[in-house]
């Protein structure tokens, strides 16, 4: 079949081309978009490194109570098993 197009080029069907081209978004806001997303991970990374850090001195606060406890412990473990050996 033979199409004969009369109209001119701006009044005619519009062709999309093969490729689907995306939004226009300009380098400034990708770039924008990109630093601000660094800076929200480096943000995250510090908050993990504080939470890292008050876990860590909670812990050596708790082990230098638990290495204060360890004479009393053992006096009360001699005291169970002369009880048990009693009984």
């Not at 197009?5 to 939004?23: M, V």
């Not at 990109?34 to 929200?40: A, N, V």
């Not at 876990?55 to 004479?71: A, D, F, V």
């Amino acid at each position: 079949m033979i199409e004969i197009n009369l109209l001119p080029g701006r009044l005619g069907k519009k062709r999309r081309s093969s490729h689907s081209e995306g939004p226009k978004i300009p380098k400034e806001i990708i770039i924008g978009l990109i630093g601000g997303l660094i800076c929200l991970l480096v943000i995250i990374h510090l908050i993990f490194l504080l939470i890292i850090g008050g876990t860590k001195m909670n812990l050596s606060g708790l082990e230098r109570q638990w290495s204060q406890l360890q004479p009393e412990k053992q006096k009360v473990d001699i005291v169970k098993a002369k009880l048990i050996l009693l009984s």
